[in-house]
């Protein structure tokens, strides 16, 4: 069995970028290890897609080194990494077996030997039947789903996903989430960009937090909840119309309650019993399906460090695009 070598998929030292006076990144230093899928999370223009174009060559950097798969961005092959960005940036005439046959050959591969991968991944993603279609036909769906085809297609080593759940229903986001599961399973380094933490949460083992340009939080998801603290308890109600903040939110023994829809998370202040909260919500003839003592949640942690972040300086609004 080959050994995996130990040097990080990327590794960013001190990046820094800027457009004009506006600080898009602020001495960045990422280390993502191979073969992990890892989350570069952060709120709208907190500075993840300028970072991923850095990693990718598609930006320099104004300050700070990038090293790729072990060696410096400039001499390495990134024929090597595959990209889904969050923009959609496929010909929209041309067929998609066409399509992707030419996006196969740009990274190497061989028309001939591409074909029979292209139609498997068509199978894989439920396009066969609109193989021979233009892509302008296709629904905003399947051209995310092309997309994400033309990222792995020449099996890369490390795959970069912005955004991809972007224009996806429910059942394709689902089928996404299976095959980053089984690139993951194949050694293949998931570098995963959004800024919806429920997805993070349900598929990356490490994750990056940025926020105002600069690195806030970095490490295993576990460890950051462990670092976070703590004590929080999960409900789910049997009524849509329990307003949890309004039950809870003046407690004492509560730090603060973020509820969605019939569920809520409940923060405890220290020392607090739990048991307090429960009895409370019986005598208010609160109906429950869920009561648990539980970790915070990764939104949790997401929300406390973006809130926290050093502010950037003031910058003309058309500047924030860019990031």
Not at 59 to 87: F, H, K, M, N, T
Not at 99 to 124: C, T, V, Y
Request: aromatic letters at 4%.
């Amino acid at each position: 069995m080959a050994v995996m070598p130990t040097d990080p998929a990327i590794e960013l030292r001190g990046v820094s970028k800027y457009y004009g006076r506006f600080p898009a990144v602020r001495d960045l230093d990422l280390s993502i290890p191979r073969g992990t899928t890892y989350g570069v999370l952060g709120p709208n223009g907190a500075g993840k897609t300028t970072t991923i174009r850095m990693a990718l060559r598609i930006l320099e950097p104004d300050s700070g080194a990038i090293d790729l798969l072990g060696r410096p961005l400039s001499q390495s092959g990134l024929d090597r990494v595959g990209y889904l960005p969050e923009e959609r940036g496929i010909y929209r005439r041309m067929k998609v077996r066409d399509l992707l046959a030419f996006l196969a050959e740009l990274k190497g591969m061989r028309r001939r030997d591409a074909r029979p991968e292209i139609d498997r991944w068509l199978e894989r993603m439920e396009l066969g039947a609109w193989a021979d279609k233009k892509v302008q036909d296709l629904s905003k769906g399947m051209q995310q789903k092309i997309q994400f085809i033309g990222a792995v297609l020449h099996d890369p080593e490390v795959i970069v996903l912005d955004e991809p759940f972007s224009g996806l229903d429910p059942i394709n986001q689902q089928v996404l989430r299976e095959i980053v599961v089984e690139l993951k399973r194949a050694n293949r380094t998931i570098i995963f960009s959004t800024h919806i933490i429920e997805h993070a949460e349900r598929i990356c083992d490490h994750v990056c937090i940025i926020a105002q340009g600069r690195k806030v939080a970095d490490g295993t998801v576990q460890q950051l909840k462990q670092e976070h603290g703590g004590d929080y308890v999960a409900i789910s109600f049997e009524r849509p119309d329990v307003d949890a903040r309004r039950l809870l939110g003046t407690l004492p023994t509560v730090a603060g309650v973020r509820q969605h829809g019939t569920s809520a998370e409940v923060g405890l202040q220290p020392g607090a019993d739990a048991q307090e909260l429960l009895v409370h919500l019986v005598n208010q003839g609160v109906r429950l399906r869920r009561f648990e003592r539980t970790e915070p949640s990764l939104e949790e942690i997401f929300l406390e460090r973006v809130a926290t972040a050093e502010p950037r300086p003031e910058v003309q609004e058309e500047e924030l695009a860019h990031v």
